[in-house]
């Protein structure tokens, strides 16, 4: 196979395989998304586009690592009690329905910038939909406040979301540099989304009242709960002080499987396997891309797009990326784009404002992110969120919550 027809069929490979992760399943290839990066890889391979030696190669294990680390300290939080008894806390703090609106999203918010969004919306849809049932009141808009919240609040930290994991490893940016200049940016961006659901569900929220109910017993764990939260502190502290991400959070993890003293088998089924593998699959179907030239050569055809200044190169880079984060994926695209930003007025800035970008980008639609998916799949057998049901809100607070987070992050540096 000479290297024009190499090209083509990579590129039919990553076609196909970002078609099936879109969401859009084929009837003939009913793959879920591990599955379809999976099939992505062994057909690269098997077809001769990349060696074994040269996949192996292509895996960002850092990310892998990392990513495995924070989901097995989360499994611990877990297993302790500390979702079932926030969402009773916020519950009974709450008192009327728009407190517990702007309570939900300051708290997923939170917890989602240090214990990973997707594994915060797993743990916390099933504690939320329970605890919106039993105060009798609308599922919708606590729906919409945990899913958006989880992904506006990971944009604070480099263990937040996936796509800010890869992006730590790839710029070396500081732990601290990075949360100074994006914390800020996620809190404004909570305000507004909160701002925005609030308003748009006023008649609805106004009209509720939280029901009185019984508590939905539950056991904490106040030892696991101690020895957890002591370890993810030190974690954090090493994060802080400079330490590779990867391994300051895998040791935290098998710190607390040490000193927990629980049956390991019952945390390990918390951990998402399936997530792990799609973005070690994923690693090499862009890889596979990347050999063939394409993306450099779309980047040499745009590059004057983006401008000279370093303000307008992050104004632009950061449409472009909220787009083409919902065409291939977030992941997808900080992998194949992150090649690009080396050669950009301010790498550091640009690192950043890609951050922001794909995050947000991700409360556009119902496919923007997983941790959308993953809330409303958990909440299927009590409400069908349609596509519009999400897109009506989700794009203005996208728009939004962009334009300002650009607003302060340019502000900042």
């Excluded at 797009?305 to 449409?319: D, K, P, R, V, Y």
Aim: overall charge positive; proline content about 4%.
């Amino acid at each position: 196979m000479n290297a024009t027809q190499k090209e083509i069929v990579a590129i039919a490979i990553f076609a196909v395989t970002y078609l099936l992760i879109s969401g859009r399943r084929l009837k003939i290839l009913p793959l879920n998304r591990p599955a379809a990066a999976l099939l992505g890889t062994v057909l690269m391979v098997a077809c001769g586009v990349m060696t074994p030696e040269q996949a192996y190669d292509a895996v960002d294990y850092n990310t892998l690592v990392l990513l495995l680390g924070m989901s097995l300290i989360s499994a611990y939080l877990y297993l302790a009690g500390f979702f079932d008894w926030t969402a009773d806390w916020v519950l009974k703090i709450a008192r009327t329905p728009r407190r517990l609106l702007l309570y939900l999203v300051l708290t997923s918010g939170i917890l989602s910038a240090l214990l990973v969004n997707d594994t915060v919306c797993f743990m916390f849809t099933p504690l939320v939909v329970a605890v919106v049932v039993r105060g009798r009141l609308p599922l919708l808009p606590y729906l919409l406040a945990l899913a958006m919240s989880a992904n506006i609040g990971s944009v604070a930290t480099l263990v937040g979301n996936p796509q800010n994991m890869i992006i730590g490893n790839l710029s070396r940016i500081p732990f601290a540099a990075f949360c100074l200049s994006l914390l800020p940016v996620a809190l404004v961006g909570l305000l507004i989304q909160f701002a925005i659901l609030n308003f748009g569900f006023r008649r609805l929220l106004g009209q509720a009242v939280i029901a009185p109910t019984d508590p939905t017993p539950y056991q904490i764990d106040r030892r696991l709960l101690r020895i957890t939260f002591t370890v993810l502190a030190f974690v954090f502290i090493g994060f802080l002080s400079g330490l590779n991400l990867a391994w300051t959070a895998l040791s935290g993890g098998a710190l607390v499987m040490v000193l927990a003293r629980r049956d390991t088998h019952e945390v390990l089924k918390l951990v998402d396997w399936h997530l792990l593998l799609f973005f070690a699959a994923l690693f090499v179907v862009v890889e596979g891309l990347n050999v063939t030239g394409l993306p450099d050569q779309i980047y040499s055809r745009l590059r004057g797009m983006f401008g000279e200044s370093a303000s307008t190169q992050a104004w632009n880079l950061a449409w472009f990326s909220a787009l083409g984060s919902n065409v291939f994926s977030n992941v997808p695209f900080v992998l194949v784009a992150g090649k690009w930003i080396p050669s950009f007025a301010n790498p550091e800035l640009m690192w950043k404002v890609m951050a922001l970008a794909t995050t947000f980008a991700g409360n556009l639609t119902i496919l923007g992110s997983v941790a959308n998916i993953i809330v409303v799949e958990s909440a299927r057998k009590h409400i069908e969120v349609g596509f519009w049901d999400y897109a009506r809100y989700g794009i203005p607070v996208t728009l939004l919550t962009t334009a300002a987070g650009m607003l302060v992050l340019l502000l900042i540096g």
